[in-house]
Structures are given as structure tokens and as C-alpha cells.
């Protein structure tokens, strides 16, 4: 397979992932999460979108540069094994806060995501500096993102 495919198989994957979650988020905004108490480091509701975009592009690059590695190589495949757990919970993550309206279930989603992320970060981080530095943005949010979750929790009993 030629890079440029490989690389847009990465990069539109990722951002797949937000794209297909956005129902679940869209459809709650209005109707419930804007009735919510919020901390008052709470962002902008329009903040999230290019956020997330930028971070899902971030990451498709970070796996591209992995699957470049040798997908038959046995550190590779643990890595992308790392990766695709890590998002998925990312995904699983937007069906239960918003989806299913549950900061709770949300929560223990995201510490499970964050443990995931880091996992993911070092691992890509022992194949390529640059992969890992990738992730380390994802990292940031998502850690900002489980306080902003469990302060919605501790704010909204």
C-alpha cells in the first residue's frame, strides 16, 4: 500500500472516530449539557470542535508513523494494539457523558482512556521521539477533560 493511502487511512480513521461520536455530543448540548452546572474553568462550547480535530490529526500521524514501522513487527503490533484501545474508549467515551447523559459512566470511561493514552504514548514514544510527541497534546486535553468531568459530576449530584 502506497504511504499517502496509508497516511489518509490513519488521519480520516481518527477523525472518523470524532465524526461518527458527534450525534451523541450534538444532540446533548442543547437539551441537557447547557443545563448543567458547570466549573468555572469550563471552555466555550465552540473550543471543542477544532480542539478535537487538531488532536484526532495529530494522532492519525502518530499512528501512521507506527504502521510505517513494520506492521508484522511484534513492538508495532502492541502499539497499534494500544492505539485502537485508547480509541475506542475515546469513542465509548461520547455515547456515555452525552449519549447516555451520565458523567459518572463518563468518568470512569475517561480515567480508563487516560491510563490508555499514556500507555499508547510511551509505547509509540520507544518506537519513534516523534509519534510519542504527538500524543502529548492528546494527553493534556484528555487530562484536562477528566477534571472538567468530574467537576460536572461533583457539580451536577
Not at 480515567?111 to 510527541?133: D, N, P, R, V
Request: net charge positive; glycine share 6%; hydrophobic share 60%.
Amino acid at each position: 500500500m502506497k504511504d499517502i493511502q496509508k497516511f489518509l487511512i490513519c488521519v480520516m480513521g481518527c477523525e472518523l472516530t470524532g465524526i461518527i461520536a458527534t450525534p451523541f455530543t450534538i444532540s446533548a448540548i442543547p437539551a441537557w449539557y447547557a443545563h448543567l452546572h458547570k466549573p468555572f474553568f469550563s471552555p466555550p462550547n465552540w473550543i471543542f470542535g477544532p480542539v478535537w480535530t487538531l488532536l484526532y490529526f495529530f494522532m492519525g500521524i502518530a499512528v501512521f508513523i507506527i504502521w510505517q514501522k513494520g506492521a508484522k513487527n511484534k513492538k508495532v503490533k502492541k502499539a497499534l494494539a494500544y492505539f485502537f484501545i485508547q480509541l475506542f474508549l475515546n469513542f465509548l467515551w461520547s455515547i456515555f457523558f452525552f449519549g447516555l447523559r451520565n458523567p459518572l459512566l463518563g468518568f470512569i470511561d475517561i480515567l480508563f482512556l487516560l491510563i490508555s493514552i499514556a500507555i499508547t504514548l510511551f509505547t509509540f514514544y520507544k518506537l519513534s521521539k516523534t509519534a510519542g510527541c504527538l500524543l502529548i497534546p492528546y494527553l493534556l486535553w484528555v487530562s484536562f477533560a477528566t477534571i472538567l468531568n468530574f467537576s460536572l459530576l461533583l457539580l451536577n449530584p
